[in-house]
């Protein structure tokens, strides 16, 4: 058996459905920070946040989307340092932002 003749099993499946609920989760804390910051009006401090937070949301989607794609060779590369530390400095950002909205 080659290395291109790999059964890879079920983790590239359990990896690309993780980075799927990853994304939904990263969706739904920017729409509700989104609709926590513009519920009282939108003064200039929540127009901020809100489009900080739409940008961390659409660099992490861009990242785990590169990531799920990746995931459908036969022999997935690793995720590189720069994609983990972007997709961290994402998720952490959209907790600041959302948190820092509801303060």
Same mark, same amino acid.
């Given at each position: 058996? *080659?290395?291109?003749?790999?059964?890879?099993?079920?983790?590239?499946?359990?990896? =690309?459905?993780? +980075?799927? =609920?990853?994304?939904?989760?990263?969706?739904?804390?920017?729409?509700?920070?989104?609709?926590?910051?513009?519920? !009282? !009006?939108?003064?200039?401090?929540?127009?901020?946040?809100?489009?900080?937070?739409?940008?961390? +949301?659409?660099?992490?989607?861009?990242?785990?989307?590169?990531?799920?794609?990746?995931?459908?060779?036969?022999?997935?590369?690793?995720?590189?340092? =720069? !994609?983990?530390? *972007?997709?961290?400095?994402?998720?952490?950002?959209?907790?600041?932002?959302?948190? !820092?909205?509801?303060?």
């Amino acid at each position: 058996m *080659t290395t291109e003749e790999r059964d890879p099993g079920l983790q590239p499946e359990r990896t =690309r459905l993780a +980075w799927r =609920r990853t994304t939904l989760s990263c969706t739904v804390v920017a729409l509700l920070a989104g609709k926590a910051a513009l519920h !009282g !009006g939108a003064t200039p401090t929540a127009v901020v946040a809100v489009s900080l937070s739409a940008l961390a +949301w659409l660099v992490f989607l861009q990242v785990a989307n590169r990531r799920v794609l990746r995931m459908r060779t036969a022999q997935p590369r690793s995720l590189s340092p =720069r !994609g983990a530390l *972007t997709a961290a400095a994402c998720t952490v950002a959209l907790a600041v932002f959302a948190a !820092g909205m509801i303060i």
